[in-house]
């Protein structure tokens, strides 16, 4: 039998940290003499691979590439501290997962440095034993190819699956995917989330229809 599996997003679904991310930006786009609105953030930057986006705002500076996403992925971990909060619910969400046996992994677009700094930050990091890096992966969202690795690597289909994302990018990948998708309110309103694909939209992990989608789930399995 496959087995029920919650996969998430990292950057501002587990935990609010895009506005790191469009300073970092920002403050290297700013040396050029351009400016980066945060609408600009929310549509050609979030939740998409660093290769897409050194090459949208860099399209001059080829060889360049990996030395501007390396200092800007420092200059984000910099800004993240030791210490950050999940957003509300998570730990909660996570308890029940491990006390049912449900699998979790995170899957996220971040560079594996970000990503474990980022958990290590929000104290996650020894309660994810899946973690899949979409540019690890042969194709990294907006294609589905990340969320069917976390499946498989789960135990899990996608119809046991329920997957949590806050950008186009990820909720596109997340519905392909086949998993039952929610979109969180971090970045997006309501309706771009459910324009890119979110069946379901919370503001965080306490929200009631959450805790019911999960039950349902386990007891058509049960």
């Known amino acids: 039998m496959a087995r029920l599996s919650l996969l998430f997003d990292l950057d501002g679904t587990l935990i609010e940290s895009d506005h790191l991310h469009h300073a970092a930006f920002a403050t290297i786009l700013a040396e050029r003499g351009e400016a980066l609105s945060i609408d ?3 549509t050609h930057i979030m939740g998409k691979p660093n290769a897409e986006i050194m090459s949208r705002f860099f399209p001059g500076e080829p060889g360049q590439h990996a030395e501007i996403a390396n200092r800007k992925e420092a200059t984000f971990r910099d800004s993240l501290g030791a210490s950050v909060e999940p957003l509300p619910g998570v730990v909660a969400l996570f308890d029940w997962a ?3 046996g449900i699998g979790v992994a995170v899957v996220t677009n971040a560079p594996r440095l970000n ?5 290590t930050a929000a104290d996650l990091a020894t309660r994810v ?7 690890e992966c042969a194709r990294p969202k907006p294609d589905p190819l990340p969320y069917q690795t976390a499946m498989r690597l789960l135990g899990a289909t996608p119809s046991t699956s329920t997957a949590f994302e806050d950008s186009r990018s990820g909720l596109r990948a997340a519905r392909a995917s086949g998993a039952h998708v929610f979109g969180l309110t971090t970045g997006l309103t309501a309706d771009q989330l459910r ?9 965080d992990f306490t929200d009631p229809a959450l805790w019911a989608h999960l039950q349902a789930m386990k007891a058509r399995v049960a």
Do not use: R
């Not at 990503?115 to 958990?119: I, Q």
């Open 40 to 42: 600009d953030y929310k």
């Open 98 to 100: 491990e006390a049912e």
């Open 115 to 119: 990503a474990e700094a980022m958990l």
């Open 129 to 135: 034993t899946t973690l899949v890096i979409g540019e």
């Open 195 to 203: 324009q890119a694909g979110a069946q379901k939209v919370i503001a």
